[in-house]
Nanobody, 121 residues
Framework: QIQLMESGGGEVQAGESLRLACTSA????????LAWYRQAPENQRELVAY???????NYADSVKGRFSISYDKVANTVYLIMNDLKPEDTATYYC???????????????WGQGTQVTVSS
């Protein structure tokens, strides 16, 4: 079973940036797709972005133009660069491995502890 470890969260002001990182003791390069989700209190887990075989990524409308997903094969780390953060971005962020079926990202049921992002106005 793969173990995912997220880091990089924190408390920031609106308009600031953060870079989240996700790594694993196992190689992530063999997975077809990598993704980031987030979950705010009392909300369902939401897909934020996913990348297929290292492409430029696919993004939720709410983060398009502000967030960027990338994978560093040497570091075996998936990044989520978040710019121009807004209070509504406040959530716990989780990385994910998975596949794409009929245009939809499907996660494997492996989840780390997540990393908390809090954005104040």
């Amino acid at each position: 079973q793969i173990q995912l470890m997220e880091s990089g969260g924190g408390e920031v002001q609106a308009g600031e940036s953060l870079r989240l990182a996700c790594t694993s003791a196992s190689s992530l390069s063999g997975f077809y797709a990598l993704a980031w989700y987030r979950q705010a209190p009392e909300n369902q887990r939401e897909l934020v972005a996913y990348s297929v075989s290292g492409d430029n990524g696919n993004y939720a409308d709410s983060v398009k133009g502000r967030f960027s997903i990338s994978y560093d094969k040497v570091a075996n780390t998936v990044y989520l660069i978040m710019n121009d953060l807004k209070p509504e971005d406040t959530a716990t962020y989780y990385c994910s491995t998975g596949w794409v079926y009929q245009g939809d990202y499907r996660p494997y049921d492996y989840w780390g502890q997540g990393t908390q992002v809090t954005v104040s106005s």
